[in-house]
């Protein structure tokens, strides 16, 4: 795969599945444009010194004013979604602001980003590629009980990936998501310490994915929500 010259923004790409990806989009030539909400964030970043990453300071994606900051003026060919957060709670325990909470940080970020995104796009004329990040329980969705607002928020993503894929075929701009299982990250690892760890896909391995699905080599899979469980 072959991004040089190409520049990607990655959302929430300070964070574990984040990380993973931005190392393995610029070891292909891209050039990476990161957002982030906290300075401490931004601070532990694994490659915040890579002259290919530019480390935007906008707040939460959820804002509409802080995603026009995050695209002004960029070249773009890719925008990979990856911002969002889980919450575990039933539904008898979920009031109005633990809803709002978690479709703001997973639908209402993702949503905006990809129309922040198609615009730049269009204005560009060249086509690109955007890819979301959804979630196991938004393909199986019985699996989400217990997290039902997560699963609700994220089942949104898969469909707004789809719906929104159709829209924009005509253009050259190819949207698909990933849907990962639990991955092997350092913060799943210390909640769940006796599940086991190794059937779960690791970050690099659902980053590769993504890349694919992001590079010029994906040149016709559109609206696909791809499972990447590994062996879970
Ligand atoms: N980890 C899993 O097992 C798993 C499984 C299925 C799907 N996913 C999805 O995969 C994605 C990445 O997961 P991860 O484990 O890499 O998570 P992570 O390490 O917590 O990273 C998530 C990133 O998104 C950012 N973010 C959250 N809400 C935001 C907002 N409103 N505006 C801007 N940035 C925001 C976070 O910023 P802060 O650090 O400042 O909060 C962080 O940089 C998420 O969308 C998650 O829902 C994860």
């Excluded at 300070?14 to 891209?30: F, K, N, Q």
């Excluded at 939460?60 to 969002?84: K, N």
Aim: net charge neutral; with cysteine.
């Amino acid at each position: 795969m072959n991004f040089r010259d190409r520049t990607v923004v990655v959302t929430g790409g300070t964070g574990a599945l984040g990380s993973a990806l931005v190392g393995a989009l610029i070891g292909a030539g891209a050039s990476c444009r990161v957002p982030y909400m906290h300075a401490e964030e931004a601070k532990r970043f694994v490659h915040r010194d890579d002259k290919r990453v530019t480390l935007v300071e906008t707040g939460s994606l959820a804002d509409e004013a802080a995603v026009a900051r995050l695209y002004q003026d960029v070249p773009l060919w890719a925008s990979i979604h990856i911002a969002g957060g889980f919450a575990a709670a039933l539904v008898a325990d979920t009031d109005k602001a633990a809803l709002t909470a978690q479709l703001e940080m997973n639908l209402v970020s993702c949503f905006l980003c990809c129309r922040a995104a198609v615009n730049a796009m269009a204005r560009a004329g060249n086509g690109g590629r955007i890819v979301n990040v959804a979630a196991r329980p938004a393909l199986e969705w019985r699996s989400g009980a217990g997290m039902a607002a997560y699963t609700a928020s994220k089942a949104g993503v898969a469909a707004l990936t789809a719906a929104l894929a159709e829209e924009v075929a005509k253009d050259n701009i190819l949207v698909n998501a990933v849907a990962p299982s639990i991955m092997d990250t350092p913060a799943n690892r210390a909640a769940m310490p006796k599940a086991d760890h190794a059937a779960w896909p690791k970050v690099e391995e659902v980053a590769a994915t993504i890349a694919f699905l992001a590079s010029p080599d994906n040149r016709v899979t559109r609206g696909a929500i791809v499972p990447v469980y590994g062996k879970s």
